[in-house]
């Protein structure tokens, strides 16, 4: 089915957030599968509304800094500066690694806030804005474990698994091993993963409940290098990752990040 020039706007803005040092015309067209000339139309629309610039040298295309103006602007009346915001310092600083924080929009967790914890060495830093993958990450594990089997495959096919080279050596390889994964993460009320994203990685995610119903509407979870965030140093930051989520229930009602 062919696809509105909404959706292929909204596509033009997404691709371009993947490079930060922009692209060429041809790969936008490419990527969104559609002509050169439709690309060239949108492209020159967002530069005359100024969400595009062009490189004069490079005629590549890259967004400008006014998407990234409406973000902080929204997440600045939307409390996650100062209420969310703090948890997640709070959480990094004692686990001394990457703290994010996805929302449940639909049938996606898009991670929308993080904090830093290390302070020198090696950082597990992942651009914000994205949907987490499901299939093998530990945010997506924390939620895929919420749901029943059946809700799990089929948000998971819904999403794909993309290509099994693209992640880590110790990613599932089969939905029966995806569900055994998620009967852990049930019984322990958190996931944990190593190699699941990428090979030196480390990942433990717990899901952040709505305090007056007990449905799912974010995400909490704490990253870094597997050398460093091994298996026993991940069930010991359990407690306070569970902590921290239970504190993002109970403040989510006074913020709009969770609605």
């Known amino acids: 089915m062919a696809r ?53 040298a490079s005629h590549y295309y890259l967004l400008s800094t006014r998407l990234m103006a409406m973000g902080f602007h929204y997440m600045a009346i939307s409390g996650t500066s100062d209420i969310v915001q703090p948890i ?21 967790q898009i991670w929308i806030a993080k904090a830093q914890g290390a302070r020198s060495g090696l950082r597990y830093d992942p651009d914000m804005g994205r949907e987490a993958p499901l299939y093998y990450t530990a945010s997506g594990h924390a939620w895929l474990a919420s749901l029943s089997d059946a809700e799990a495959i089929a948000l998971v096919e819904a999403q794909g698994i993309g290509n099994p080279d693209d992640y880590g050596p110790n990613a599932p390889r089969s ?47 704490i990253a870094g290098p597997s050398v460093r965030l091994t298996e026993a140093q991940m069930h010991a930051l359990a407690p306070k990752l569970l902590k921290a989520a239970e504190e993002l229930s109970q403040t989510s009602q006074a913020s709009n990040v969770f609605s």
């Open 88 to 108: 997640l310092d709070h959480l990094a600083a004692e686990s001394g690694e990457m703290v994010r924080l996805g929302v449940i929009e639909g049938q996606r």
């Open 4 to 56: 509105s020039l909404i959706e292929r706007t909204l596509g033009v803005l997404e691709t371009l957030s993947r490079d930060a040092r922009g692209l060429p015309l041809q790969s936008i067209a490419e990527q969104l599968e559609i002509p050169k000339s439709a690309a060239h139309r949108i492209c020159n629309e967002l530069i005359r509304l100024g969400y595009v610039r062009q490189e004069p």
């Open 175 to 221: 939905h029966a091993e995806l569900l055994e994964r998620l009967e852990r993460a049930r019984a322990e009320g958190y996931s944990w993963q190593v190699d699941n994203a990428g090979a030196g990685t480390s990942a433990l995610a717990a899901v952040v409940r709505h305090p007056r119903d007990g449905h799912v509407i974010g995400v909490l979870s």
